[in-house]
């Protein structure tokens, strides 16, 4: 094979700091005492979009914040996936669409987020590693 041919091809797959980063406060909120993860990983959270704000040339990366209905604390990502960390610490991974009842409630423009219920059977438990 022509070597000038396959130095030039590259992956399409996007990788970002924040990935890493994100792998990272997911692995310190796991080994933080239960009852502290979802006030320590919220911080770490808006330190990486602190990051990536200063970073313009990467790709953008939010997170929302969210209540769950039974005291959870849910993380919602822009790209269709959530963390959440239930009441009693543990952290799970979810999709932010399929793996909640939601109930949305109209704000006179839009329809937005009013309630979020986990769907713990269909998720994905965080353990460390």
């Not at 909640?100 to 423009?109: D, L, R």
């Amino acid at each position: 094979m022509n070597s000038a041919i396959t130095e030039s091809l590259q992956s399409g797959v996007l990788t970002s700091a924040a990935d890493a980063m994100l792998s990272d406060a997911i692995a310190q909120t796991l080994r933080a005492p239960t009852e502290q993860r979802a006030q320590l990983f919220a911080r770490l959270v808006c330190e990486i979009e602190a990051f990536m704000r200063a970073h313009l040339e990467e790709r953008p990366w939010t997170c929302k914040l969210y209540q769950g209905t039974e005291g959870s604390a849910i993380f919602r990502g822009g790209v269709g996936h959530s963390l959440v960390i239930d009441a009693g610490g543990r952290l799970w991974r979810a999709r932010s669409y399929e793996d909640f009842e939601t109930a949305y409630a109209f704000n006179g423009a839009i329809y937005e987020i009013d309630t979020l219920t986990p769907i713990y059977s269909q998720m994905r438990e965080y353990c460390p590693r």
